[in-house]
C-alpha cells in the first residue's frame, strides 16, 4: 500500500467518492443479478465517474481505485456470462463505447477488451493495439497512469507471446513489445509531467506524490521482462534502445534514476553483459543530480554475482572488455559531472575494485589502474576532510587487503600508497592498523627489505609523528594499542637468508629510530630479539669478520644492536635499556665475543650508575645484572673479577639495609659456578655470606633504634638456606658448625622478647629446619654432612 499523503479534508472527499462508487455498484449488482446488461453499463460507467476526481492524492486516488477495480474484476466476470449466453463480443465492444464520460468510457472499454482477446474473435494484437491508441484520450497524469496500469494488469497474460494461446501468425510478439513499449512510453510521460503541474513551492510534496506513483510505470519493464519472444538480438536492437532512448529524452532527475534501477534489475544478467557499451553510454546523458553511482554500483553488483555463478561465464567477460567499458563509462561519468562530490567519485572507484577483485582477482594491473583513477581525481586536492569521502578510501584500501589476504599482493600496487598519501593523519592510522591485522591474522611474513620498506611506508602514520600531531595529543591505552601491533609486525618480517634478513632489520631501525621518545620504549625490544633470532642462527660464524662477502656477521649485528640500545637510552629510557644491554651480553656470550659481552655488560653497569635512580629500581637493576653475569662463561679471570667486583660493590651501596644484604648474599653465586670448572672460590663465597651477615645484623640494630624492636629474622633465614645451598654443593669453607652457628643464632633471636612474631618467618624457618631433617635421616653420604648438626 501506498504511504499516506492526506489531510481531513482529503479524508472526506475520499469517503464521498467511496460512497457515491458503492452506491452506483449496489444498482450495478442488482443488474448483474438480473442479467441486464445496459443497466449494468449504466451504473458501471456512473460508478466509473467517480475515478474523474482531481481532488485526490496519488494514495487516496489509490483507495479509491482499487475500490474500483474490484468493481470491474466483477463485471468482467459478467461479460463473459454474458457472451456465452450469446452476446456478440465485438457488439459488446462497440457497445461499451457509448458511454457518455471518457473516463468511464476507457476502464469498461479494457475491461471488454480482456473478455474480447479470451473470445479469440479478435486477434490479440488488434485489439491491444486499439486499447494503447485509444488511452492517450486521458492525458490527467494521475488518472492516466492509473488507467494504463489497469490496461497493464488486465493485459500482461494475454499477450500474443510465442507459446501463449494468444499468439497469432508470423511474429506477433513483436506486436506485444510494441504494445508494452508504447504503454511505457505514455505513462512515463504522464509521470514525468506531474513534476510541471502545481506552484514551485509544491515540488517537494510533488515529488513524494511521484515516487508513490514509480511502481505503476516500472511495472510495464517488468512485463516487457517476461516476454519469452525477447532474445538477445531483440533486446539489444529494439528495447534497451527505446527504454534508453526514453530515460534519457524525458530529463527528469527522478524517472531516470528509477528506470534505469528498474533496467538493471528486471532483465537478465546476460543481456547486461552484451549490451553493456549501450547501456553505460546513457550515463552521462543522465542529468547532473541523477544518483548514478548507485545505478552504477547496482550493475557492477549484479554482474559481479552472474560472473562468480559459474566459472565458465569468465571468458565471456573478457569477450567483451566489460572492466575496460566499466571503467571508462566511470570516468566519463566523473568528467561530465563535475560538481559531482568526491564521496561520489570514489564510491564509483570503490564499485569497480570490488567488481575487478571479484570477477579478474588475478588482474593486479586492472586493480592498480582503478586505483590509480583514483589517484588521478584525488590529485591537486587538499586533505579530505568529508568523513563518508574518507570512509570509501578506507574500504577502497581495504578490499585488496581482504581478498587476497596478503599484504604482499598490495605492496605491489604502485598506486596503493599514494591513495594512502591522501587521507588525514586519523585515518592513515587507521588504515595501518588494518593493514597490520590482516598480516597477523593471515600469519603472513614479509620476506625482503624492499618491501619492509614498502610496507612501513603505508603504516608510517604508526612508526612517527606525521605533520606535527604530538604523541601526548592521544589517547595513552589506544596509543600503546597501536604501538604493540607495529611490535607484533616486527616478528612478522622474516627472511632464512641471513643477509637479507641484516637487511631487513637495518631498514626497520631506520624507521623505528624516527618514532619519538614514547614509541622507541614499545617498538625496539621487538626490534631487538628479532636481531638476536639472527645472531642465535648465525653462532657457526661467531669467529668471522666483518668482511664483504659475509655482511651478516653477529659482530656485526652486536655493533647495531649496541647503536640502537643506545638511542633508547637517551630518550630516556634506562631501565628498558639496561635490560636489552643484558640480553644482548648473553648472546654474546653464547657466540663466544667476549670483548662484545664485556662491552655490553659495561654499559649496563655504565646506565646503572648515571641513570637509575629510583631505590626500587635499583634493586631490581642489580639483581638483574648479577643473575646475567652469573651464567656468563666467556670472560677470563681478568674480565670476570672487574666485572663481579663492580656487581658485589653496589650491591652493598644499596639504599635500604636488607636490600644491601640481599643483594650481597646473591653475588655469593657469581663466585660459585657448578657448569663451570674452575669458578669456585669458596672463599669469597664465604666473604659474600658473611658480608650478608654483617648487614643484617646492622639491620637488626637500625630497627631496634628506630622501632624499640629488633625486627623479623627473615634475612638471617634467607642466609642460612643460601648457606646450606653452598653446603651441599661441597663448598669446604661452608663447614656444619657454621650453619649450626646461624641455627642457634636465629633461635636466639626468635625468642628475644625484643623481636616480634612473624607467622611467614616462623613458617620459612621451620621449613627449613624439616630440611635439615630429612636430609640426616635420607642417609647415605648427604646424610653423613648433615648429621654434626643439631638441631
Known sequence: ??????????????????????????????????????????YSAQMLSELRTSRLSPHKYYELYMRGFDELRKLEMFFKEETRRGCSVIDLYELVQHAGNILPRLYLLCTVGSVCIKSKEVPAKDILKDLVEMCRGIQHPVRGLFLRSYLCQISRDKLPDIGSEYEGDGDSFIDAVEFV?????????????????????????????????????????????????IDLDMYKDTVLPRVLEQVVNCKDELAQHYLMDCI?????????????????????????????????????????????????????????????????AIGKVIDSQPEMPIFGAITLYVSLLTFTLRVHPDRL???????????????????????????????????????????????????????????????????????????????TYISTAEKVEALFELIKGLIKDMDGTQDDELDEEDFKEEQ?????????????????????????????????PKRLSLTVPPLIFSALKLVRRLQVHE??????????TPKKIFQILNQIIEALSSVPSSELSLRLYLQCAEAANDCDLEPVAYEFLTQAFILYEEEVADSKAQVTAIHLIIGTLQRMTVFGVENRDTLTHKATGYSAKLLKKPDQCRAVYACSHLFWVESQD??????????????????????????????????????????????????????????????????????????????????????????????IQFQKQKGGAMGEKYEPIKI
Open 1 to 42: 500500500m501506498l504511504p499516506d499523503a492526506g489531510g481531513e479534508d482529503e479524508d472526506k472527499w475520499l469517503a464521498e467518492g467511496i460512497a457515491g462508487l458503492q452506491h452506483n455498484a449496489f444498482y450495478m449488482h442488482r443488474a448483474l443479478d438480473s442479467n441486464n446488461l445496459r443497466d449494468a453499463l449504466k
Open 365 to 443: 594491473d586492472y586493480v592498480d589502474q582503478v586505483l590509480g583513477a583514483c589517484v588521478k581525481k584525488l590529485s591537486g586536492k587538499p586533505k579530505i576532510e568529508d568523513n563518508r569521502a574518507t570512509k570509501q578510501i578506507v574500504a577502497l584500501l581495504s578490499a585488496p587487503v581482504e581478498k587476497y589476504n596478503d599484504i604482499d599482493t598490495a605492496l605491489k600496487l604502485t598506486n596503493y600508497p599514494r591513495i594512502m598519501d591522501h587521507l588525514d593523519n586519523g585515518t592513515k592510522k587507521v588504515m595501518a592498523v588494518v593493514i597490520i591485522q590482516s598480516i597477523m591474522k593471515n600469519n
Open 543 to 552: 669467529g668471522d669478520e666483518v668482511t664483504e662477502d659475509v655482511p651478516a
Open 264 to 328: 538493471i534489475q528486471v532483465f537478465p544478467d546476460e543481456y547486461h553483459l552484451q549490451t553493456l557499451e549501450t547501456l553505460l553510454g546513457a550515463c552521462p546523458q543522465l542529468q547532473p543530480t541523477v544518483d548514478i553511482m548507485t545505478v552504477l554500483s547496482q550493475l557492477m553488483d549484479r554482474l559481479s554475482n552472474y560472473a562468480t555463478s559459474s566459472t565458465e561465464i569468465l571468458p565471456e567477460f573478457l569477450q567483451v572488455e566489460a572492466f575496460a567499458k566499466l571503467s571508462n
Open 678 to 771: 674452575g669458578i669456585k672460590d669458596g672463599e669469597r663465597v664465604l666473604l659474600c655470606l658473611k658480608r650478608a651477615l654483617r648487614i643484617a645484623n646492622a639491620a637488626q640494630q637500625m630497627a631496634n633504634v628506630t622501632r624499640g624492636s629488633s625486627g623479623p629474622v627473615t634475612l638471617f633465614v634467607e642466609i642460612l638456606n643460601k648457606y646450606l645451598h653452598f653446603f651441599e654443593k661441597g663448598n669446604p669453607q661452608i663447614t656444619s658448625s657454621a650453619i649450626q652457628g646461624l641455627i642457634e643464632l636465629i633461635m636466639t633471636e626468635m625468642q628475644s622478647d625484643s623481636s616480634p612474631s612473624d607467622p611467614s618467618t616462623d613458617a620459612f624457618f621451620s621449613s627449613t629446619i624439616r630440611y
Open 484 to 516: 604493540n601491533s607495529v611490535a607484533r609486525l616486527i616478528h612478522m618480517l622474516y627472511n632464512d637468508d641471513p643477509d637479507e634478513m641484516l637487511e631487513i632489520i637495518q631498514t626497520v631501525r631506520k624507521h623505528i629510530l624516527l618514532g619519538g
Open 181 to 229: 513499449l508504447q504503454n511505457f512510453t505514455e505513462m512515463n510521460k504522464l509521470w514525468v509531467r506531474m513534476q510541471h503541474q502545481g506552484p514551485i513551492r509544491e515540488k517537494e510534496r510533488r515529488d513524494k506524490e511521484r515516487r508513490e506513483l514509480r511502481d505503476l510505470v516500472g511495472k510495464n519493464l517488468h512485463v516487457l521482462s517476461q516476454i519469452d519472444g
